[in-house]
């Protein structure tokens, strides 16, 4: 009797559907690209590789060498605390920091001595059976909870990082 019920509604949407009306416009394709681009593809990697590197190095909190969880220009911090760095997102400026070094934004030393950085901050931070929080406070290395239910290690987090 269950399914019987859902026959029914199944087969009183049939003449719904079949009498609905589709306009059916076509779309004229065209292969002319008016608008061209001034930049090579090499340009065009070169910014954003270069603008990516800078996010990381320079909009890192200073203390720990990390990534922001934000970086918010006009330096007002809404939703969390200015010194709220992500395990995450300094994974992928690790990342980048290698490209910058491959690209010569910058050197080997100033790579390693960020790495260094970070690296002794991590190592004093609060971790969770080995896995770090998904947010830590740059400053102390104390978790910042990601939720009220949620101040423990982020595996998917410290895989980024790592």
Same mark, same amino acid.
């Given at each position: 009797?269950?399914?019987?019920?859902?026959?029914? #509604? %199944?087969?009183?949407?049939? *003449? %719904?559907? #079949?009498?609905?009306?589709?306009? =059916?416009?076509?779309? !004229?394709?065209?292969?002319?690209?008016? !608008?061209?681009?001034?930049?090579?593809?090499?340009?065009?990697?070169?910014?954003?590789?270069?603008?990516?590197? @800078?996010?990381?190095? @320079?909009? !890192?909190? *200073?203390?720990?060498?990390?990534?922001? @969880?934000?970086?918010?220009?006009?330096? #007002?911090?809404?939703?969390? *605390? =200015?010194?709220? #760095?992500t395990i995450g997102g300094s994974g992928f400026g690790l990342m980048a920091i290698l490209?910058?070094?491959?690209?010569? &934004?910058?050197?080997?030393?100033?790579?390693?001595?960020? &790495?260094? =950085?970070?690296?002794?901050?991590?190592?004093? %931070?609060?971790?969770?059976?080995?896995?770090?929080?998904?947010?830590?406070?740059?400053?102390?290395?104390?978790?910042? *909870? &990601?939720?009220?239910?949620?101040?423990?290690?982020?595996?998917? @987090?410290? %895989? &980024?990082?790592?």
């Amino acid at each position: 009797m269950k399914y019987f019920h859902k026959y029914i #509604v %199944a087969l009183s949407l049939i *003449p %719904a559907m #079949v009498s609905c009306k589709f306009d =059916k416009k076509e779309i !004229a394709i065209s292969n002319d690209v008016s !608008a061209k681009s001034h930049w090579t593809d090499e340009q065009l990697l070169d910014t954003i590789q270069y603008q990516t590197f @800078e996010y990381f190095w @320079e909009g !890192a909190e *200073p203390n720990s060498g990390m990534a922001r @969880e934000r970086l918010h220009m006009d330096d #007002v911090y809404p939703t969390s *605390p =200015k010194n709220t #760095v992500t395990i995450g997102g300094s994974g992928f400026g690790l990342m980048a920091i290698l490209v910058g070094v491959e690209r010569g &934004f910058i050197t080997r030393k100033q790579a390693l001595d960020r &790495f260094v =950085k970070i690296v002794d901050f991590l190592e004093k %931070a609060d971790r969770f059976h080995g896995a770090w929080p998904h947010w830590l406070n740059g400053e102390t290395g104390k978790v910042h *909870p &990601f939720s009220k239910k949620d101040d423990g290690g982020d595996l998917v @987090e410290t %895989a &980024f990082l790592v």
